[in-house]
């Protein structure tokens, strides 16, 4: 069975400030795939990224950044000088090997930038 | 940018009634899905649909949860006797063959009363 643990349920910082955002999985199966979904106050689920297990490469896009580490299982999610428009609820989800379709989902961080 | 889009954006029907909600996946995308949010709560798989029929679905998933692809666009879900526990966002999502990110619809809030 596979899991996503996102400890933080809430998190406020002041506009501008840096913040990180917690992802950590359990999965059994050696191929995965890991994702961060926005879901903004109006309520959609948008696509930020893919990670494949076997690519642990960080990346960056914009003031977004991605930290895989398959040592320890997490996935983080940072975003450097936070804007207004970045607040809304982010999950962090999984998905395992190929014949398994469903993505399995954190319960949430809810992030708010005080502005 | 092509987008997966869903209707109604907000359906309120009486216990024990059936309930249609529609989706038009991407055009070229092959797999589609329905997910489920309850208010404040995580969002949990339904089922996953491809080459016209179920390939996986979760436990709850039961006998009065159906799916249809009726045509080349639609995609549907068909609760049949609603209960009041199925108040939820319901998002579609569908992807594309050779990546594994799941594309999802401004969702339907379904409420029973």
């Known amino acids: 069975a596979q899991k996503v643990t996102q400890a933080q349920t809430e998190i406020s910082v002041v506009e501008k400030e840096d913040v990180t955002l917690d992802c950590v999985y359990e999965t059994r199966d050696t191929t995965y795939y890991l994702f961060w979904y926005k879901q903004p106050p109006s309520g959609e689920l948008v696509f930020l990224i893919r990670?494949?297990?076997?690519?642990?490469q960080n990346e960056i896009s914009g003031r977004y950044s991605w930290n895989f580490q398959k040592s320890t299982s997490s996935f983080n999610f940072t975003i450097t000088a936070s804007q207004v428009v970045d607040s809304a609820v982010y999950f962090c989800a999984l998905k395992a090997n190929f014949g398994n379709e469903k993505l399995t989902f954190g319960t949430g961080t809810r992030l708010t930038i005080i502005p | 940018e092509p987008e997966v889009t869903q209707t109604p954006s907000h359906q309120v029907t009486q216990m024990g009634q059936e309930v249609i909600l529609r989706c038009v996946p991407i055009?070229?995308?092959?797999?589609f899905y329905w997910y489920r949010q309850i208010l404040g709560q995580k969002v949990e798989f339904l089922v996953s649909?491809?080459?016209?029929?179920?390939?996986?679905k979760s436990e709850i998933f039961d006998d009065q949860f159906s799916v249809e692809r009726p045509d080349g666009s639609n995609f549907t879900l068909k609760i049949r006797s609603t209960k009041l526990e199925d108040s939820a966002m319901y998002f579609c999502a569908s992807r594309w063959d050779a990546t594994y990110e799941q594309y999802f619809g401004p969702g339907t809030r379904l409420t029973v009363t």
């Open positions: 055009s070229n995308h092959l797999y």
């Open positions: 990670r494949n297990s076997f690519d642990e």
């Open positions: 649909f491809y080459n016209n029929e179920i390939s996986e």
